[in-house]
């Protein structure tokens, strides 16, 4: 477990705040040796942090010695330079939705001061939190213009000296929020050795794990002395407290998913999954190329693009009457359909054309069901067969009226599942990288064909768990366990 470091220019500037040992001054942290032995998460509150100073030696020295710090020597370069900050629709729209910003005082702009992603004015909440994501550093002041369309015009950091009483007391609200360590009172038990950040979406309607399962990876967390806790996207400006983080929320590379991941890689935290995965399992576009370029045998398809689409007889001198449609980011049998004319081809693909450019046309192959073998780092360590829904081409059956019924399952102990299926899985998940994967197959007249693979796979409890118990989060926590422990000797 890494223990949190709060360095300052001197002891004085600390007065408003309860005392803390984790609280030392740049000169502390830079001069004594016993801050270059240990594993730290640094928060760097230095006044002065322009290039070659005090403050930026304490971020960049830091980063040598295997630190977390926040603010790293990246975010401190790219503040050095910037005047305006692009900003993408999102957030042009939190700033043009916002009424507050009608009231720019006329000097300049508006000025909003963020602590940690916080911000006193709550209806500009989202606007704090993305520039934090995208410039993470614990005190920072933008401006935003005062005139149509609002702008981020500017972007510094904010210095300890420059708050008021109120802002003082949501700074040390949003730092006790940020690294709840700091101020946690010692615990009798043994403290972990690592701490792990389970990201989950309790919205979600489908998520990758239920919460029993949550619930037994958290469990099995804490015997093999590592403290793992549930966040979601509200915790996401916490994340550098963690040593590493598993998302257990359906990824997409639009979606927070993917930033968190992007986020852990760069701060040389393990992450399970890692973006290059997510970019690369998300996208059936994407894994049409791969599986051709491979040879690995998969369903024959073809792309369809909006511009000029193919007609369905063209598609189905190729891949047979009975083609499956599919944009490249659906799940859960979301987004996927089935035709066999001319007509449901052209109903189906305006609709869908409405959600994607690029749709992915591809052979039907009925089976009574799809293997699923989990894979986690090159090796298959569970197995399921999910039979389709009664009735039904797809495992899960979405009816008109909202409701989902999916068909039922088997859990095969991966030594009794058909070797070949585990090998193909295998070879399969090495091509992608070295997660946690799940890679789906079938088997028909036709031989053994990929489906698709899967960066973020099911593990629920009572399915996928059913042969190996809590030995399955063990197997999946020890990879954790292994990756940090090759980091620490490094």
């Known amino acids: 477990m890494n223990s949190t470091l709060i360095v300052i220019d001197s ?14 001054t740049a000169d502390e942290y830079l001069q004594d040796d ?3 032995k240990s594993h730290f998460s640094v928060i760097n509150l230095c006044s002065n942090l322009s290039y070659l100073s005090e403050g930026y030696y304490c971020s960049l020295l830091g980063q040598a010695r295997k630190h977390k710090v926040l603010p790293s020597i990246e975010t401190l370069n790219q503040l050095e330079g910037i005047t305006l900050l692009k900003m993408n629709q999102s957030l042009q729209r939190h700033c043009n939705c ?21 911000c006193e004015d709550v209806s500009l909440q989202k606007l704090a939190r993305a520039v934090f994501d995208q410039y993470p550093a614990p005190l920072l002041r933008i401006t935003i213009s005062e005139t149509h369309p609002f702008q981020v015009t500017g972007i510094q950091t904010l210095t300890l000296n420059a708050l008021n009483d109120q ?25 972990a050795r690592y701490d792990l950040a389970i990201f989950h979406n309790p919205e979600e309607q489908f998520p990758p794990s239920n919460n029993k399962a949550l619930k037994l990876f958290i469990s099995e967390a804490r015997k093999m002395e590592i403290h793992a806790e549930l966040i979601t996207e509200a915790d996401s400006g916490r994340l550098m407290e963690f040593d590493a983080l598993f998302i257990r929320a359906t990824t997409a590379v639009d979606d927070i998913t993917y930033k968190l991941a992007q986020a852990a890689e760069q701060a040389d935290m393990v992450v399970i999954d890692d973006p290059s995965s997510i970019i690369r399992c998300t996208n059936k576009v994407y894994l049409k190329e791969f599986l051709d370029t491979t040879s ?54 305006d609709r869908l054309f409405q959600r994607s450019s690029v749709l992915l046309a591809q052979e039907f192959i009925p089976t009574d069901f799809d293997w699923r073998i989990g894979v986690l780092n090159g090796e298959g360590i569970y197995a399921c067969k999910y039979y389709m829904a009664r009735g039904h081409w797809q495992i899960y059956r979405h009816t008109e009226n909202g409701n989902t019924r999916s068909g039922k399952f088997e859990t095969v102990p991966i030594h009794l599942t058909p070797r070949r299926i585990v090998k193909m899985a295998e070879r399969v998940a090495n091509s992608i990288g070295k997660g946690l994967y ?31 118990g809590t030995e399955l989060y063990r197997i999946i926590l020890r990879e954790f366990i292994t990756r940090l422990d090759l980091k620490r000797t490094k």
Not at 100 to 117: H, M, R, T, V
Not at 170 to 188: H, I, Q, Y
Not at 455 to 466: K, T
């Open 11 to 24: 002891p004085e500037q600390w007065a408003p705040y309860f005392r803390s040992e984790s609280v030392v």
């Open 34 to 36: 016993q801050y270059s």
């Open 98 to 118: 916002r009424h507050n910003l009608d009231k720019a005082s006329g000097n300049g702009g508006y000025q909003l001061d963020l602590f940690f992603g916080k």
């Open 167 to 191: 802002q003082q007391d949501l700074f040390a609200d949003s730092l006790d929020g940020f690294n709840k360590k700091v101020w946690r009172k010692p615990r009798n038990r043994k403290p």
């Open 296 to 349: 690995i045998p998969a369903p024959r398809a073809k792309l369809i693009f909006s511009r000029k689409p193919l007609s369905y007889d063209e598609l189905a001198e190729e891949l047979g009457k009975t083609m499956v449609l599919k944009i490249p980011d659906g799940s859960f049998s979301v987004g996927i359909d089935k035709v066999d004319s001319a007509s449901l081809y052209r109903e189906k693909i």
């Open 438 to 468: 799940g890679v789906d197959l079938k088997e028909s007249e036709k031989g053994m064909m990929v489906i698709e693979v899967n960066d973020n796979p099911s593990i629920d409890h009572g399915v996928e768990d059913a042969i190996l």
